[in-house]
């Protein structure tokens, strides 16, 4: 319970990833307000949601101040609103993929500032939810990963222009497990075999995104500070080791 009596705001955190931050933060005895459009489909037992469009920055105001009032302060935002649809760059205008910048930049930026005084007041701390995709090329998804790099770079800016108050991160991650896999990587042995490629054998679980999160908000923590923490379960064996082995056996 080592955040008891703090205040957290996770933005789309109704389900997936966002679902599994937003436990661990109650897990570790914070208040957790939960921010999305629409609401969860299973209640977040312990949290209280509120429905807003992150994309409306008055909106994205008032809800801060509105929380800040409730509780009496605000201690760490986690920006995890995000996401994107497969689409090549081919297949969708510059307007389409403005918005998938929109979410996943914009909106991270646009929360952070809402916020910032009352983090401020608490001496609190920003967590950025950033994706390997913002480190290497992501087609099919370009803007989405073009949009991650930015994130990285956002919040190195703002870990400087706001410290000693505020500490900003941001958590880089790999690939995780959610109600929404079978989407991307099609029945159990294809989420299985997509595990397979990533060095620790496995997807990650929504869970161990939220201890992640914890450990960044908490005082463990207290001289973390623009720092990029990988949660990728050793990331992506290079494609060129395959292919030479290949070669070797041939």
Not at 63 to 73: K, N, Q, S, T, V
Not at 160 to 180: C, F, H, S
Not at 235 to 240: C, H, I, L, V, Y
């Amino acid at each position: 319970m080592e955040l008891a009596g703090k205040v957290v705001v996770v933005t789309g955190g109704t389900r997936g990833v966002g679902a599994g931050i937003a436990r661990a933060f109650l897990r570790a005895g914070a208040e957790v307000v939960v921010c999305a459009r629409r609401p969860p489909e299973v209640p977040l037992a312990g949290a209280e949601f509120v429905p807003l469009e992150l994309r409306d920055p008055a909106a994205v105001a008032e809800l801060f101040d509105g929380i800040a009032a409730r509780h009496g302060r605000l201690d760490t935002l986690v920006n995890n609103a995000g996401g994107t649809p497969y689409r090549l760059l081919g297949e969708g205008d510059a307007a389409r993929h403005a918005r998938v910048i929109e979410l996943n930049l914009t909106v991270p930026l646009t929360a952070s500032l809402a916020a910032h005084e009352h983090l401020k007041a608490a001496r609190g701390s920003v967590v950025m939810i950033g994706s390997v995709s913002g480190g290497r090329p992501s087609p099919g998804s370009a803007a989405y990963g073009a949009a991650k790099a930015g994130l990285e770079n956002l919040a190195r800016s703002m870990a400087v222009e706001w410290a000693p108050e505020v500490r900003v991160n941001t958590l880089v991650l790999g690939m995780v497990r959610t109600e929404l896999s079978h989407l991307h990587y099609g029945d159990e042995d294809g989420i299985a075999a997509v595990g397979r490629t990533v060095p620790l054998g496995r997807l990650a679980e929504p869970s161990e995104i939220g201890e992640a999160a914890v450990f960044l908000a908490s005082e463990r923590a207290a001289y973390v500070s623009g720092a990029s923490l990988l949660v990728h379960g050793g990331g992506e064996r290079p494609a060129f080791l395959d292919a030479a082995t290949a070669n070797k056996e041939k």
